[in-house]
C-alpha cells in the first residue's frame, strides 16, 4: 500500500534515479525546443492548421514507427538503442538550431525536422519504458511510471516558461540550442550504464517476424485492446488543447511566446498535482473511474479553454487539463506493462503509443481544421463533447481491473528428446496432444480450451484446431502448427505463470492416471528423400 501511496519509491535505485534525472533535464530541452518550434511557426506560416500541424508532425513518426521501435526494443540491447536513438535526435537538434540561426527555416523545413526528432521518440520511447521494468520491481513498476510523468510534467510546469523567455530574448535558434545541449547528460549516463546481458536460449526473432508476434499478442489480449481503444480516444480529443494553445495564447489571451509559456506551464503544474494524487486515487477508485474522471475533468477543462479570454481563467483550466492528462496516460501505460510480458512489453507498449499517438496525430489536425473553420470556441466545444462520450463508452468497454497477474516465464517446459535429428529450421512442425474427457466434463473442457486456443495463437502457433474421435468420443486431440522447431521451442518459453492456470484446469480435467499424450510431427513432401533414418512422430508427456 505504501508503494502505491508514494511515487518517490523507485528513486531508491541508483540506475533508475540516475536515468531520472537525465530524462529529467532532456525533457526540459524538449519542452523549450518545442516552444521554439510552435512559435516559430507562428511567425512564419499565416493559417492555423499550419501551427496545429507541429504537434502532429511530432505525434505522426510515434504512431507509424513505434512498433518497429518496440520490436527493436524486445530483440536488441535497450541501453544500445536508446544510445543510438539520442545520438539521431541530437544530430538533428543540431541542424535545426543551425537553421534557424542562418534564417533557413521554411514551414515544410520545419515540420521535416520535427518529425525526424518524433522518429527519435518513437525509437527511445518503448526501449526507455521496457527498461523500466528492468531496472525496479514488478510492485513498483506503477510508482515508477508515475515517477516518469512527475519527471516530466515538472519539465512542463517550468519548461515553457523558461522556453518563452528564452524565444523572446534568444529566438527560435537559442531554443535549439539549449534542446541540443540537454542530451549530452543523458548520453553520459547511458554511456555509463551497464545492464547485465541475459544469455539468449534461442537466435534473435527477426525484426519482421516480431513485428507481427507483438500484433499478434495484443489482437489475442482482451484488456491490452481495451486499453488501446480508450487510450486512442483520450488522445485524440485531449490533444486539442495543446495543438490549439499556441493560438489561444496569441488570439483569444493577445500575448506573446512568454503567455504561451506560462500557459503551458500551468498545464505541467497540474500534471505534477495530478500524478502526486493519482496514488490515493488509485487506492480509493478502480482503474475505469479514474479514467471516468479523467474523460470528464479533460473536458471541462477543453471547454472552458476554447471560451475563455482571460489568464486568470484559462490557467486555473490548463492546470485541471495537465492532471486529467497525466491520471488518464500514466494509468494506461501501467496498465499495459502489468497486462504484458517481458518478452513482448516493449511491442506492447509501442502499440499502445501508435494507437495513442495516432489518435493525437489524427486530433491535431482535425481540431487544427475545426479551428480555421468554425474558430476556436466550436472546435474546442466539440473536443468537449466527444470527450465525455469517451467516458461513457466506459459504460460498454471498461479498462481491466488492476490485477497483479504473474507473468514471469514459467520455466517449466523442457525440451524433449528427439529420435530424429532436426536442425533449428526444420519444419513446419505439427503439434498433436490427445486428452480422455468425461461427458459431465466436457462444458468445463470447452471453456477452459477456448482459453487454451487464444494462448496458444497469442504465443504463436498456427492452425490451431479442436477435434473429436468418432470411434471413441472420450478422447479430443488438439492440435497447431510453428513453422520451425526454433519458433516451437519459443512459443513453448513464452509461457507465463499466469497462463499455466488454464493447463493445470485443462490437465484436471483429463481423465486416467497417464497425462495427456503429446505428438510431434515434422512435414515433409512425398519427394523428399531422407538422409540420416525414416521420419517419424516423437511421443512424449506433457
Known amino acids: 500500500m505504501?508503494?502505491?501511496?508514494?511515487?518517490?519509491?523507485?528513486?531508491?535505485?541508483?540506475?533508475?534515479?540516475?536515468?531520472?534525472?537525465?530524462?529529467?533535464?532532456?525533457?526540459f530541452g524538449a519542452l523549450i525546443q518545442g516552444v521554439g518550434a510552435a512559435w516559430?511557426?507562428?511567425?512564419?506560416?499565416?493559417?492555423?492548421?499550419?501551427?496545429?500541424?507541429?504537434?502532429?508532425?511530432?505525434?505522426?513518426?510515434?504512431?507509424?514507427?513505434s512498433l518497429l521501435g518496440g520490436a527493436i526494443a524486445d530483440s536488441f540491447n535497450r541501453r544500445r538503442v536508446m544510445l543510438t536513438a539520442q545520438c539521431f535526435m541530437l544530430g538533428v537538434s543540431l541542424l535545426l538550431m543551425a537553421g534557424a540561426f542562418l534564417g533557413l527555416i521554411s514551414p515544410w523545413l520545419l515540420l521535416g525536422f520535427t518529425f525526424l526528432l518524433g522518429c527519435g521518440t518513437a525509437l527511445n520511447n518503448p526501449s526507455w519504458q521496457a527498461s523500466v521494468g528492468d531496472l525496479v520491481p514488478r510492485t513498483q513498476l506503477p510508482a515508477a511510471v508515475t515517477l516518469n510523468s512527475i519527471g516530466f510534467n515538472i519539465s512542463r510546469s517550468v519548461g515553457p516558461a523558461i522556453g518563452g523567455i528564452i524565444v523572446a530574448v534568444a529566438g527560435a535558434a537559442g531554443a535549439f540550442a539549449l534542446n541540443a545541449l540537454s542530451y549530452l547528460g543523458l548520453l553520459y549516463v547511458l554511456f555509463r550504464w551497464q545492464p547485465p546481458v541475459e544469455a539468449k536460449r534461442l537466435p534473435r526473432e527477426g525484426i519482421g517476424p516480431a513485428m507481427l508476434s507483438g500484433i499478434r499478442y495484443v489482437a489475442m489480449s482482451p484488456n491490452l485492446l481495451r486499453i488501446l481503444l480508450r487510450g486512442s480516444i483520450f488522445g485524440f480529443t485531449a490533444i486539442s488543447v495543446m495543438a490549439l494553445l499556441p493560438v489561444v495564447s496569441a488570439s483569444q489571451l493577445a500575448g506573446g511566446p512568454l503567455t504561451y509559456g506560462l500557459m503551458l506551464g500551468s498545464f505541467g503544474l497540474g500534471a505534477v498535482g495530478g500524478a502526486l494524487l493519482s496514488g490515493r486515487l488509485h487506492v480509493r477508485f478502480s482503474s475505469e473511474a479514474v479514467v471516468r474522471i479523467a474523460f470528464v475533468s479533460f473536458a471541462l477543462a477543453a471547454f472552458v479553454t476554447g471560451v475563455g479570454t482571460s489568464v486568470w481563467l484559462t490557467s486555473p483550466a490548463l492546470m485541471l487539463a495537465g492532471a486529467s492528462w497525466v491520471l488518464a496516460l500514466s494509468l494506461f501505460n501501467v496498465s499495459v506493462q502489468l497486462s504484458s510480458p517481458r518478452w513482448v512489453v516493449g511491442r506492447a507498449l509501442s502499440l499502445y503509443q501508435t494507437a495513442t499517438f495516432g489518435g493525437m496525430a489524427l486530433g491535431s489536425w482535425i481540431w487544427g481544421l475545426a479551428a480555421e473553420s468554425y474558430g476556436l470556441a466550436i472546435a474546442f466545444g466539440g473536443a468537449s463533447l466527444l470527450m465525455l462520450a469517451g467516458a461513457l463508452l466506459g459504460l460498454r468497454i471498461p479498462l481491466p481491473p488492476r490485477t497483479m497477474l504473474d507473468l514471469d516465464p514459467l520455466n517449466r517446459w523442457q525440451e524433449p528428446h528427439l529420435e530424429l535429428e532436426l536442425q533449428p529450421r526444420s519444419g513446419p512442425i505439427l503439434i498433436q496432444i490427445t486428452y480422455k474427457i468425461r461427458p459431465e466434463n466436457l462444458t468445463a473442457f470447452m471453456a477452459a480450451m477456448d482459453a487454451r486456443r487464444r494462448i496458444r495463437r497469442r504465443d504463436g502457433a498456427r492452425h490451431w484446431t479442436l477435434l473429436r474421435d468418432l470411434g471413441q468420443p472420450n478422447l479430443w486431440t488438439e492440435s497447431y502448427q510453428t513453422p520451425t522447431w526454433t519458433e516451437y521451442v519459443r512459443h513453448n518459453l513464452r509461457m507465463t505463470k499466469a497462463d499455466a492456470e488454464i493447463g493445470e484446469q485443462v490437465r484436471a480435467l483429463h481423465e486416467g492416471p497417464e497425462p495427456p499424450a503429446v505428438q510431434r510431427f515434422v512435414e515433409r513432401p512425398t519427394n523428399w528423400f531422407e538422409m540420416a533414418g525414416t521420419p517419424k512422430s516423437t511421443i512424449d508427456h506433457i
Open 2 to 27: 505504501a508503494e502505491r501511496l508514494s511515487p518517490l519509491v523507485p528513486l531508491e535505485n541508483g540506475t533508475f534515479r540516475n536515468i531520472w534525472v537525465a530524462n529529467l533535464v532532456s525533457s
Open 40 to 65: 516559430l511557426m507562428t511567425s512564419i506560416a499565416d493559417s492555423v492548421d499550419m501551427v496545429a500541424l507541429v504537434q502532429a508532425s511530432t505525434s505522426l513518426p510515434i504512431m507509424l514507427f
